[in-house]
């Protein structure tokens, strides 16, 4: 039986896993990835520690299979940066969509880029997480780096860099750098132009389903392998995710972990016709792209309200403390926009908040208002996708906040949507392997792939008085937001100290 190697690149752990052409994860090994914070702002990995992390676990999970393994795929986050000067050394940590410091070029980027006109070419709203706005960072706030700037590396090119010595990344990466032509699926020379670089400083692109080239023998040999095995570039995180929990047709793939998104794959770029810029699309594969949108603010809310707030307890208890609560909190409302948001409407600048908080309200309100709120965020995408003629009819969930037993019920009824489990932890790296098993053979295509690889769990059903409940509660939210833009702006200027 054949056997691939799949490595995910998380913001928070790495994963290496071999799987089997039945779907079956034999082994798997997890290490989580240090965050550094070195100034202000800042969200970085360190690349020593991301390549010692991978040769780690690598030797770990092949002891036992070294002879078994005919590939190696590639899973890993949007939005990395790294630049690295003409010895191929990095001249910052791997900055992740988490760092902030981009945010003070915001305003720069607006007066010198067209938003319409660069949302039409890259299907990417004004944010400052792209790789276009932490390039103007960079020249702007360190010249000395940005002049001894060589190549730019995502997660992607970075670990094909270390593991084949080529310069190589993918579409669907490169689609949140903001230099990438969405229809074509191919780096756009103009914007490029105006970033200051030139495109010999990007990697080259080739599909996710392309094999680039063999490990090196000294990797392979590092690693703990005895051949030297070809290596697939693969798709995002959340595009192997929508490949594993089957986000096709008329179904859509929610993720919640630390950030969420709301997706399906979609045979053509859609773009947000309202001139909002609700939609962002990704390229996923030849023909294929990845619609919908995500939020920065999930579970890192969560996060921060047990860490804060609820001192003591853990996340299963705040489940249990949100399920005392009926629909709607008490008219307790989570903004939780800690880290900014993607959405142009909420903006970059955005800041987290409770309204309508009164005595009668206690930490149960709170934690069960701080689901709600990420799902009415999450719900301004699947409304979007409505408005843009993409009607869904089913919702399937994965990543850690489908544990639990409050939330996909609340989704259900905010979306009024079927909303079911899927039954694997495992949905990123199960879709990068049946990308792999589908190119090299094993299956015609990615829905014969799905009919072994996906397992759905548990289902929820939309209770009529919750979702009349929460309508009510989504258009107030849906108004707070819409006014609320230029006051995160007033408030990020006066709170600078």
């Not at 997660?155 to 074509?184: C, M, R, W, Y």
């Not at 040999?221 to 070809?230: N, S």
Request: charged fraction near 20%.
């Amino acid at each position: 039986m054949k056997h691939v190697l799949v490595l995910d690149v998380g913001t928070t752990n790495m994963k290496i896993a071999i799987v089997n052409e039945k779907g079956e994860v034999v082994s798997q090994e997890t290490k989580k990835i240090n965050m550094y914070q070195p100034e202000k702002g800042a969200a970085e990995h360190n690349p020593k520690e991301l390549w010692d992390n991978f040769l780690e676990l690598s030797q770990k999970i092949l002891s036992d299979f070294e002879d078994e393994i005919v590939l190696l795929v590639l899973s890993g986050y949007q939005f990395g940066f790294l630049p690295i000067d003409k010895n191929n050394q990095p001249l910052t940590g791997m900055i992740t969509l988490l760092d902030t410091r981009s945010q003070s070029t915001m305003i720069d980027f607006e007066n010198k880029f067209s938003a319409d006109k660069i949302y039409q070419k890259t299907g990417c709203p004004p944010a400052f997480n792209y790789t276009l706005q932490r390039i103007l960072w960079l020249k702007k706030e360190k010249p000395e780096i940005f002049n001894k700037m060589h190549k730019i590396l995502d997660i992607k090119s970075f670990f094909i860099n270390h593991l084949t010595g080529q310069f190589v990344t993918e579409p669907s990466v490169a689609s949140t750098t903001q230099l990438l032509d969405i229809k074509t699926q191919d780096w756009d020379d103009e914007l490029i132009k105006q970033a200051g670089i030139t495109k010999e400083q990007l990697p080259r692109l080739l599909p996710g389903n392309a094999v680039v080239d063999h490990i090196t023998k000294e990797v392979a040999d590092k690693m703990g392998l005895k051949k030297q095995i070809p290596v697939m570039l693969g798709v995002y995180d959340g595009g192997a995710m929508i490949l594993g929990m089957g986000g096709f047709d008329e179904n859509a793939v929610c993720n919640l972990g630390t950030t969420a998104m709301f997706r399906c794959a979609y045979s053509e770029p859609l773009l947000d016709k309202s001139g909002k810029f609700r939609l962002q699309t990704y390229a996923l594969l030849p023909n294929l792209w990845a619609t919908g949108g995500a939020v920065n603010n999930a579970g890192i809310v969560i996060d921060w309200f047990i860490n804060n707030i609820a001192k003591g307890m853990n996340y299963d208890e705040i489940n249990k403390e949100a399920m005392k609560i009926p629909a709607g909190s008490n008219g307790l409302l989570c903004f939780p926009f800690l880290t900014g948001e993607r959405d142009p409407r909420i903006g970059s600048l955005a800041t987290g908040s409770f309204f309508g908080l009164k005595t009668t309200h206690t930490i149960s309100h709170m934690a069960r208002s701080i689901f709600e709120g990420i799902a009415y965020s999450l719900n301004l995408i699947k409304t979007a996708l409505e408005e843009n003629n993409v009607h869904l009819k089913y919702l399937t969930i994965g990543g850690s906040g489908s544990k639990s037993e409050v939330w996909p019920q609340i989704l259900a009824d905010i979306f009024n949507m079927p909303v079911t489990k899927s039954l694997t932890e495992n949905a990123t790296l199960i879709g990068e392997a049946m990308l792999a098993f589908t190119e090299i053979g094993v299956f015609k295509n990615l829905k014969e792939a799905g009919k072994v690889f996906i397992k759905k769990g548990d289902s929820y059903q939309p209770i009529p008085e919750n979702t009349k409940k929460y309508e009510n509660y989504y258009n107030f939210f849906n108004e707070m937001i819409e006014i609320h833009h230029d006051k995160y702006i007033k408030h990020s200027i006066i709170s600078k100290d």
